[in-house]
């Protein structure tokens, strides 16, 4: 990893993280209760996230960089197999690993499977169980010894990303694995990705929580235009949502544009946190059929291999 900012690195630690894990396991809502701000989108659709996001937090004497990853899922087509190569590359270019788990389910064939890649990593690894407001506690242990009899990990360490229970203590562990270093970002910088990034995802999150069935997996979001509207403080942001089907097309929009127009009110007004700003959105809904197997449409919406 570069250097990007500099700063004495005697007693001072730092170091990148990945979180990995099946689907829905609660990565971007730890990711965004760290870093205190929303910078991964959350929704209660498998495959939320689709691309490595970088989050950002720094202490007084310490700086740890967070990568969420997409969740460890069988590709069904070249995005899901984008999404594969993003979570998987990620364990050969961090410090620590956290692998999350939910504590209300058992292991499955998708935690088998990333206990197996991590067998040929050197990395330290933790093992997250988290959600465990939703459980017992009587279950905890038992859960926790089916893993360790899988792998030697480095720190097992119980949370709740939701209540933020144990986070704390998650994180002091996380410190003293780290080694010394520098700080690598400017301490108010949260997250390496840029602002149309972020937008895009935030409008693709009020899409997923509006929309059901095949929708959800089926969209993307490419963002026209930001600037500022003449004489204002407004800015005014456009932005395409990208569908398969003019079948979906038609869900996205709604009954006289009602569902639209719901995603808009609020985006925006995340938009508007995230910028400090007033915002004006401007929504379109475009199909592109077949773009998650097409290779050409994906990176020309930001799917880009050789950036992983």
């Known amino acids: 990893m570069t250097k990007l900012f500099d700063t004495e690195t005697k007693n001072h630690k730092s170091g990148f993280i990945s979180i990995i894990g099946r689907p829905n396991v609660g990565k971007s809502t730890f990711l965004n209760r760290v870093i205190g701000q929303?910078?991964?989108i959350m929704s209660d659709k498998p495959q939320t996230t689709r691309n490595k996001i970088q989050g950002v937090l720094t202490l007084e004497d310490s700086q740890m960089i967070f990568i969420d990853t997409p969740g460890i899922h069988k590709p069904k087509h070249k995005l899901g197999d984008f999404m594969m190569k993003v979570a998987t590359n990620t364990l050969r270019e961090v410090d620590?690993?956290?692998f999350m788990i939910n504590a209300?389910?058992?292991?499955?064939?998708?935690d088998e499977f990333i206990i197996e890649k991590l067998k040929g990593v050197k990395t330290p690894v933790f093992l997250v169980v988290n959600k465990i407001d939703q459980i017992h506690?009587?279950?905890?242990?038992?859960?926790i010894q089916t893993y360790k009899d899988l792998h030697p990990f480095a720190s097992i360490v119980p949370i709740s990303a939701l209540e933020g229970n144990n986070v704390e203590t998650l994180l002091t562990q996380i410190k003293e694995h780290l080694p010394e270093g520098p700080q690598f970002y400017p301490a108010d910088q949260v997250t390496d990705h840029p602002e149309r990034f972020i937008i895009s995802e935030l409008i693709r999150e009020k899409v997923l929580h509006l929309t059901r069935e095949e929708i959800p997996h089926s969209i993307a979001v490419v963002i026209d235009?930001?600037?500022?509207?003449?004489n204002s403080e407004t800015i005014n942001v456009m932005a395409t949502i990208i569908v398969e089907r003019d079948?979906?097309?038609g869900i996205v929009i709604g009954k006289q544009g009602k569902l639209l127009k719901e995603v808009g009110k609020r985006a925006r007004l995340d938009i508007e946190n995230l910028l400090g700003s007033k915002v004006f959105l401007e929504l379109w809904v475009k199909v592109q059929k077949d773009w998650r197997n097409r290779a050409t449409h994906l990176r020309d919406y930001g799917f880009r291999e050789d950036e992983y």
């Open 38 to 40: 929303k910078i991964a």
């Open 225 to 230: 235009s930001i600037k500022k509207m003449d």
């Open 247 to 249: 079948s979906q097309k």
């Open 104 to 110: 209300q389910e058992g292991i499955g064939r998708g």
């Open 137 to 143: 506690p009587d279950e905890l242990l038992p859960l």
């Open 96 to 98: 620590l690993i956290l």
